[in-house]
């Protein structure tokens, strides 16, 4: 029984990396299938965690839009499914590839499985474009993935059948801990390094937010005289723009390429402060005893906000700059590892596995006799 999984960029590979691994163990059958949406990002994470696309799209082209990457896989993906016939097609998050997908697959009859549903922050343009690609994912979907109990009761306020949401954890954190036992990681704490890392990304804070957030890390070097930061740079223009002109020839500011998973994974770990804008770093701090300072006006994953692991800073100058001063103060964390993380226990792959066996088998010996590419999205 083939299950598509569909993967585009960085975070999709590293959250879809453990339930392909966990469709092997339960013995279905994954096929991944990469769109390339960002295909230099996407190998730095498939190579570290041993994945191969068994199919590569590459539909990457310089200067691209939503609407370009959509058109191309709304083409590209429906003859490719009809070819491999998939009982099921798995997304992740919040991407254009996910929303595509998902999409082709509601038009071809194929059930989609939604990793990582029900993030919201009901804000159409932060983040954007994905908050309006996560939502219209959940209307598409046989099964909604929700990592915590918030993100079901989101999906249930948009009437989003209850049997159609199952809490699994979050796969982010799966990864994590597979990384670090990979690279035989210490049981504790390890010493912390003295830099603050860095990273990103969001659209949305593009021009002046960037700039008064990066303000904010020159005020801090002033203040703070040891402290070096660790940058991998996003290599969107506009990043890695304003990261040069800031910190090209600043002495204590490495700006450095995307870091392959398994190194970012050492890197944060060593961290002493974490300034970021990502999504999954949000969600893998905290089983490293680490606080993230959220440099974004909201966050769909407000579970480590409220649990005091993480904290949104906004992106003005000064309580940005209050804000890694004081966590630079932080007393280090010196517990067992991995850390009770609010995001999941690392065992969400083999849950969502379980539960595409269980639903999937009844239909599959059926559809297959009746020769339809896969068990009707309106079957259930
Ligand atoms: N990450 C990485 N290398 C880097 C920066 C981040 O491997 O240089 C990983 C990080 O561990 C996390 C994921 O990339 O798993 C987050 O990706 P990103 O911040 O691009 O997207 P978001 O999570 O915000 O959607």
Same mark, same amino acid.
């Given at each position: 029984?083939?299950?598509?999984?569909?993967?585009?960029?960085?975070?999709?590979?590293?959250?879809?990396?453990?339930?392909?691994?966990?469709?092997?163990?339960?013995?279905?059958?994954?096929?991944?299938?990469?769109?390339?949406?960002?295909?230099?990002?996407?190998?730095?994470?498939?190579?570290?965690?041993?994945?191969?696309?068994?199919?590569?799209?590459?539909?990457?082209? #310089?200067?691209?839009?939503?609407?370009?990457?959509?058109?191309?896989?709304?083409?590209?993906?429906?003859?490719?499914?009809?070819?491999?016939?998939?009982?099921?097609?798995?997304?992740?998050?919040?991407?254009?590839?996910?929303?595509?997908?998902?999409?082709?697959?509601?038009?071809?009859?194929?059930?989609?499985?939604?990793?990582?549903? /029900?993030?919201?922050?009901?804000?159409?343009?932060?983040?954007?474009?994905?908050?309006?690609?996560?939502?219209?994912? !959940?209307?598409?979907?046989?099964?909604?993935?929700?990592?915590?109990?918030?993100?079901?009761?989101?999906?249930?306020?948009?009437?989003?059948?209850?049997?159609?949401?199952?809490?699994?954890?979050?796969?982010?954190?799966?990864?994590?801990?597979?990384? $670090?036992?990979?690279?035989?990681?210490?049981?504790?704490?390890?010493?912390?390094? #003295?830099?603050?890392?860095?990273?990103?990304?969001?659209?949305?804070?593009?021009?002046?937010?960037?700039?008064?957030?990066? /303000?904010?890390?020159?005020?801090?070097?002033?203040?703070?005289?040891?402290?070096?930061?660790?940058?991998?740079?996003?290599?969107? #223009?506009?990043?890695?723009?304003?990261?040069?002109? $800031?910190?090209?020839?600043?002495?204590?500011?490495?700006?450095?390429?995307?870091?392959?998973?398994?190194?970012?994974?050492? @890197?944060?770990?060593?961290?002493? @402060?974490?300034?970021?804008?990502?999504?999954?770093?949000?969600?893998?701090?905290?089983?490293?005893?680490?606080?993230?300072?959220? !440099?974004?006006?909201?966050?769909?994953?407000?579970?480590?906000?409220?649990?005091?692991?993480?904290?949104?800073?906004?992106?003005?100058?000064?309580?940005?700059?209050?804000? $890694?001063? !004081?966590?630079?103060?932080?007393? #280090?964390?010196?517990?067992?590892?991995?850390?009770?993380?609010?995001? /999941?226990?690392?065992?969400?792959?083999?849950?969502?596995?379980?539960?595409?066996?269980?639903?999937?088998?009844?239909?599959?010996?059926? !559809?297959?006799?009746?020769?339809?590419?896969?068990?009707?999205?309106?079957?259930?």
């Amino acid at each position: 029984m083939r299950i598509a999984v569909i993967v585009g960029t960085r975070p999709e590979a590293v959250k879809m990396a453990p339930v392909h691994r966990a469709l092997v163990a339960a013995k279905l059958e994954p096929v991944l299938i990469s769109t390339g949406q960002h295909l230099d990002l996407l190998r730095s994470a498939l190579v570290p965690l041993e994945l191969a696309p068994a199919y590569e799209l590459a539909l990457m082209m #310089p200067n691209q839009t939503p609407n370009g990457i959509a058109s191309r896989i709304l083409e590209r993906m429906p003859p490719l499914l009809a070819e491999i016939k998939p009982a099921a097609v798995l997304v992740q998050g919040d991407t254009t590839t996910a929303f595509a997908t998902a999409l082709a697959a509601y038009h071809l009859g194929i059930p989609v499985g939604h990793v990582e549903a /029900g993030l919201r922050t009901y804000d159409d343009l932060n983040p954007f474009p994905e908050e309006a690609n996560r939502q219209l994912i !959940a209307h598409l979907t046989r099964w909604s993935f929700a990592p915590t109990e918030l993100a079901k009761q989101n999906l249930l306020a948009e009437r989003i059948a209850a049997q159609r949401i199952h809490v699994t954890g979050n796969t982010a954190v799966d990864s994590l801990l597979w990384m $670090l036992e990979r690279q035989n990681a210490p049981a504790s704490a390890p010493e912390r390094a #003295p830099y603050l890392l860095l990273t990103l990304h969001r659209r949305e804070s593009f021009g002046k937010p960037l700039r008064d957030i990066l /303000g904010a890390v020159t005020d801090f070097l002033v203040a703070e005289p040891a402290a070096e930061i660790v940058w991998p740079v996003h290599p969107n #223009p506009a990043v890695r723009a304003l990261a040069t002109e $800031l910190f090209e020839h600043h002495p204590r500011v490495h700006l450095v390429a995307p870091l392959d998973y398994n190194l970012f994974a050492t @890197t944060l770990a060593n961290a002493r @402060t974490i300034l970021s804008d990502s999504g999954g770093v949000q969600e893998e701090a905290p089983s490293l005893g680490k606080r993230v300072l959220i !440099a974004r006006e909201t966050t769909e994953r407000p579970e480590a906000v409220q649990s005091g692991h993480n904290t949104i800073v906004g992106r003005e100058r000064a309580p940005i700059l209050n804000a $890694l001063l !004081a966590a630079w103060q932080d007393p #280090p964390y010196h517990g067992p590892l991995p850390c009770p993380n609010p995001y /999941g226990d690392g065992h969400a792959a083999t849950r969502i596995a379980k539960i595409l066996t269980n639903d999937l088998l009844p239909w599959f010996d059926k !559809a297959t006799e009746e020769g339809s590419i896969a068990p009707t999205v309106l079957a259930s």
